[in-house]
């Protein structure tokens, strides 16, 4: 008998319920309005829902334990019983008031969720970070120099004999030990947690027993430190991990999930390992097949990840048949799995819950459920031949065709500018030492400027204005009124506290991305299609489906109103391109650069029109420039290049007089500090209050040229800062930055903070700023 289909894998699937149950169920247990039990109910409703799901689609390596509460590294961490002290864990099950606290922080003293262990009694959250390069992050894992590790839950088990009992045989999924120490953190910072590797692996040793004694046959590991650059040390770890899990559960074989990106000069460590498969990205990295077809080893099985597992668009089945066929036909069909390129987390559950897209652009895309399609459509072709699936492989190589032609996604005028393009529009006019003195004429400011980061708080009044907007509950004209009274209010309390440059506060701001988004062309958006961003909190990203311009002013408006309120300087507020484009779901069919550049000349076309209209000063916020740096070193220099240039390219429009801010928040500047001051924006402000400004240090050995605002004050947690902490910090600044370069403001925009938090911590910074001028005369 023939069979039917290749082996069609999922490595995962978008946990969070395709109406957002995970997400209410979570929400509803938190404040105590359902019981526990509801909550785990719902989550097991959920799996249930999902393994039916991707069994339905075709997929006949099903996954298990891809499935967490809240993230699937502190799965990991609390299953392996890495459960820092302040948690006070006894031993035994780890109850979920633990699981959360280690998640949101414990709820001691009202402010849960903020993270910071400074304030309060209650015990802060482990920190969280971006996994890998995508939009999803992680519960850092903390882990001392004397760990012990132990198996505090069965989970994977549990949820492999779950499926189970459903009739579903399932692939457990679990964190590889290497990447998981690789991403946990040292407490105190004096060892490698890697050195923790021989402490580790007994407790997965006992849970790959535990598998296999449940019936499982194979489990997927997943570990995507493979496409980072990694040591000989880290490299020759995975040698020790799997041959010990090996020898521990010889009849449970494993899947090595690598994803991500290449393996490159990590291959031929993985293909020694005695692991029974080994899965590659081939959407991130679609050159390495041919070497990894060569180097794997002929009794291992290759899954190969054809599939985005990290974006929007319908794949051309046709021509991905092209590049498996030979593979097939090669190894045999005994040794080639079809897969998605990693877990389908980053994507949203299914398309078919948008009933307002444009049908053409609904034509070009595959959510998580149609992707599984896609991939059981591949799977038969390979066993049974294109005939079995014709139909399907010519629907998708008609999508294909038409939106490579369609005039909605190319437009001309677009083309033409970006050909357009020459130096003299990607640098100002001076440099900045001319650009300096025009602009301190033009602006007189006093030593020591203060100002904020744009974002003043979206309070309950503010989203419920704006949803009864949306519902057409609330007229345009009334919610225009109430967003003109909530500007004026703090602009007159801008000036009445002394800040000498003002923001308009962006109260007609849903998000920094989306706002602009909606109003470029080339952008999509949907009703439906969330996906987890981490936790409980979900985001829906824009789809950027065409050539991007701008054929309106967006900002302008509201500019002209905050500017007509007062004397004082308002600053233009603008989301920069890369920012944009990092938050954003990309085309696949030009490269991330040329959107960025189209992205570009729309914000250099807002960026001219708020000069024109009088703005002295504009700041475009590049929040994720840092974020989107390749995971290989040897990809830095292009990205930085063409992030640059894109900044550059929106940023230079102007007159020397005019003042080009910049926000950043986050603290890591030293790998980058060249590209930052290559972006020549004539003030930035950053992250600092938290890294007690060392990380100034970068900037000053560097000896960073122009002027910057390092964040006095850390706007993630609630507490108000007294002058004295603000002015010892200041002082720190001095030391290291001549005192004509230095501004004052806090980390960050205070949208997420509440007015009486922001209010006594603003009059407070205003003072220091008084202070130290007194001390510098
Ligand atoms: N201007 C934005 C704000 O203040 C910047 C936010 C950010 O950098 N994340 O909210
Ligand atoms: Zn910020």
Redesign the pocket.
Known sequence: MSKQTLPVASLGFPRIGRHRELKFALEGFWSGKIAENDLLEAATKLRAENWVLQRDQGVTRIPSNDFSLYDHVLDMAVMVGAIPAAYRWKGGAVPLSIYFAMARGSQGDGHADCGHAHHGHGVPALEMTKWFDTNYHYMVPEVTEDQDFTLTSQKPVDHFLEAKALGIHTRPVVLGPVTFLKLAKARPSTFKPLDLLAKLLPVYEELFRRLAAAGADWVQVDEPILALDLTEGERHAFKVAYEALDKAAPGLKVMLATYFGALADNLAAVTALPVAGLHVDLARAPDQLDVVVQAVRADQILSIGVIDGRNVWRADLAALLERLAPVVSTRGADAVEVAASCSLLHVPIDLGQETALDADLKSWLAFATQKLGELSTLGKALAQGRDAVQEALNDASQAVAARAISPKVTDPLVQGRIAGIDESMKARASAFDARRTVQAEAIRLPLFPTT????FPQTDEVRKARSAHAKGTLSYADYEAFLQEETKAAIRWQEEIGLDVL?HG?FERND?VQYFGEQLSGFAFTQHAWVQSYGSRYVRPPIIFGDVSRPNPMTVRWWQYSQSLTDKPVKG?L?GPVTILNWSFVRDDIPRSETCRQIALAIRDEVADLEKAGAKMI?I?E?ALREGLPLRHKDWRHYLDWAVESFRLCASGVADETQIHT???YSEFNDIISAIAAMDADVISIETSRSKMELLDAFRNFQYPNEIGPGVYDIHSPRVPEVKEMTDLLSLARKRLDDRQLWINPD????TRKWEEVRPALVNMVAAAGELRRAAQ
């Open positions: 904020t980061i744009g974002s923001v962006e920094m507020m989301t700041q916020d929040a926000h950043m928040c960050c925009g205070l949208k």
